[in-house]
T-cell receptor, first 114, second 113 residues
Framework: DAGVIQSPRHEVTEMGQEVTLRCKPI?????LFWYRQTMMRGLELLIY????????DSGMPEDRFSAKMPNASFSTLKIQPSEPRDSAVYFC????????????FGSGTRLTVV | GESVGLHLPTLSVQEGDNSIINCAYS??????FIWYKQESGKGPQFIID?????DKRQGQRVTVLLNKTVKHLSLQIAATQPGDSAVYFC????????????FGGGTRVLVKP
């Protein structure tokens, strides 16, 4: 398995633009998580899905952020409109029901909003 | 398990020595714990996990110790190598509250040759 795949690896955008981050979880994993990492706040959970259904979105900063999981092999995190304070590394992770081998993270998307 | 990203504590270790990284977690109901290693420009990488019904688990060159009485978790790395230089995070989960991980602030390990 190629692991959790995220795209793009890097994204630079102007304030006010829409940004879409993509994630392909490991095949067969039931859970998908979106995390954000910054120097100030460390790793924060934004939202997670179980069997494509959002379970907990209490970490989503505000209405500018939205996430979808239309099927078991794909999820998106969208920011519209983007702001400079959204600059961070965004990680996607997936896990099986029994958490065997923990939660596997992707390589992340480094987002810079100028 | 509150994330604090402002300042990372650093552990400097001589190559070949053993390393001990500590983590205090906040939720006495947490039932599962993981240690992750994160190298620059990469995502967190699973090292070892432990469930709350255990107090010790060993892997290859790594040992995790869990003390539920004082809510403390530690990671021991034997014979530390230059490739062990990274930031190490502990993470906890309370299954009853949902299948989500809460991360600690991390510790930077620097291995001196």
């Amino acid at each position: 398995d190629a692991g959790v795949i995220q795209s793009p690896r890097h994204e630079v955008t102007e304030m006010g633009q829409e940004v879409t981050l993509r994630c392909k979880p490991i095949s067969g994993h039931d859970y998908l998580f979106w995390y954000r990492q910054t120097m100030m706040r460390g790793l924060e959970l934004l939202i997670y899905f179980n069997n494509n259904v959002p379970i907990d979105d209490s970490g989503m900063p505000e209405d500018r952020f939205s996430a979808k999981m239309p099927n078991a092999s794909f999820s998106t995190l969208k920011i519209q409109p983007s702001e400079p304070r959204d600059s961070a590394v965004y990680f996607c992770a997936s896990s099986s029901q029994d958490n065997r081998h923990g939660y596997t993270f992707g390589s992340g998307t480094r987002l810079t909003v100028v | 398990g509150e994330s604090v990203g402002l300042h990372l504590p650093t552990l400097s270790v001589q190559e070949g020595d053993n390393s001990i990284i500590n983590c205090a977690y906040s939720n006495s109901a947490s039932d599962y714990f993981i240690w992750y290693k994160q190298e620059s420009g990469k995502g967190p990488q699973f090292i070892i996990d432990i469930r709350s019904n255990m107090d010790k688990r060993q892997g290859q060159r790594v040992t995790v110790l869990l003390n539920k009485t004082v809510k403390h978790l530690s990671l021991q790395i034997a014979a530390t190598q230059p490739g062990d230089s990274a930031v190490y995070f502990c993470a906890e989960r309370n299954k009853a509250a949902g299948n989500k991980l809460t991360f600690g602030g991390g510790t930077r390990v620097l291995v001196k040759p």
